[in-house]
């Protein structure tokens, strides 16, 4: 027993090892990217839910960034938002996607007229937050890309947003300029429905776990419906992520969800082709 358990601490030290290397390569890789134009932003479409069942129009998007790596190809945020967050490349990253979505935004705007998106969201982490005076660099990025700030909004999640009163501070100054705010991934945080009248969000985002169980799971439910009245009580407005089916739609309307989002509207697309399904989705 004494040599498997030997056996196994050496295997975990080797995984241990490969994972810090990964992680090495990473951080080494992804400062390169920055410089080489190896990252990119795709946009999911976000569709807003008609209650009567008719059919659900575009109501905005949502920008997620990409990493095409010249060896490992495409490479998800998951395995390099952490990593550049803990080495401090999540001020530039951000900054750049923040700069681009808004560009690219604009553009449709002159594109496609009343086809364009109304709505930008933009995903925020706790690192950008820190940066000093971050609120000034969203100003510059709005004047020098020409993005109306009613029309951005920067999404949070609840662990970033709850209770810090410096945390509040900085997404006040942000409000400031005009933006909207978004509470992403509702309902995996620690934060209940009872906190959501502290923080000065006007949008919830309810999470794809609480989506996905929705069909088959009374108790989720049960928890977007509160999540929705206690949204709708404050003023707050609800999107469903992570819509896959039809039946899924079906419930979140019903349960009075304002917006949807997902593979069954659209996956995330380059900006070109989210032009071309604004146009066909339209038609
Ligand atoms: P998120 O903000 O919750 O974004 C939604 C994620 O769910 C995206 O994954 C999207 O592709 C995926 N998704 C959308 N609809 C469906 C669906 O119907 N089914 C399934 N299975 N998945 C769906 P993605 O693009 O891999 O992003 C993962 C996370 O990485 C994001 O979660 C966000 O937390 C983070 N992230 C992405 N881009 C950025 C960024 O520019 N900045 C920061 N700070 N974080 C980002
Ligand atoms: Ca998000
Ligand atoms: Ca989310
Ligand atoms: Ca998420």
Redesign the pocket.
């Known amino acids: 027993a004494k040599r498997a358990g030997g056996a196994r601490f050496v295997r975990f030290a080797a995984e241990m090892r490969e994972r810090s290397a990964r992680r090495t390569d990473i951080e080494t890789d992804l400062r390169l990217a920055l410089q080489a134009d190896q990252l990119f932003?795709?946009y999911?479409p976000v569709v807003a839910l008609r209650p009567d069942g008719g059919t659900d129009h575009s109501a905005g998007v949502?920008?997620?960034?990409?990493w095409r790596h010249p060896v490992r190809g495409i490479v998800?945020?998951?395995e390099f938002?952490g990593v550049a967050e803990e080495c401090g490349l999540?001020g530039p990253?951000?900054d750049f996607?923040l700069e681009r979505a808004c560009r690219d935004f604009v553009r449709w705007q002159h594109e496609l007229g009343d086809l364009a998106p109304r709505l930008l969201a933009?995903?925020?982490?706790r690192a950008?937050l820190g940066q000093p005076n971050w609120a000034g660099t969203v100003a510059r990025i709005l004047a020098e890309t020409g993005m109306a700030a009613e029309r951005l909004q920067l999404?949070v999640?609840e662990s970033l947003a709850a209770q810090d009163t410096d945390v509040q501070q900085r997404l006040h100054e942000l409000k400031a300029l005009g933006i909207t705010l978004a509470l992403?991934?509702f309902g995996t945080g620690y934060s209940s429905l009872a906190s959501l009248h502290l923080l000065p969000v006007d949008t919830v985002?309810i999470?794809?776990s609480f989506v996905?169980q929705s069909e088959t799971s009374h108790h989720h439910r049960v928890l977007i419906e509160a999540t929705v009245k206690v949204a709708q009580s404050l003023g707050m407005s609800t999107v469903a992520?992570?819509?896959?089916t039809d039946a899924q739609a079906t419930v979140v309307r019903t349960l009075q969800c304002d917006k949807g989002?997902?593979?069954?509207y659209a996956?995330?697309l380059p900006s070109d082709d989210l032009a071309a399904w604004l146009r066909q989705s339209s038609g």
């Open positions: 932003v795709v999911q949502e920008a997620l960034v990409r998800p945020p998951f938002i999540i990253l951000g996607v933009v995903n925020l982490s950008q999404e999640t992403d991934d985002k999470d794809r996905s992520e992570g819509i896959e989002q997902g593979y069954l996956r995330p």
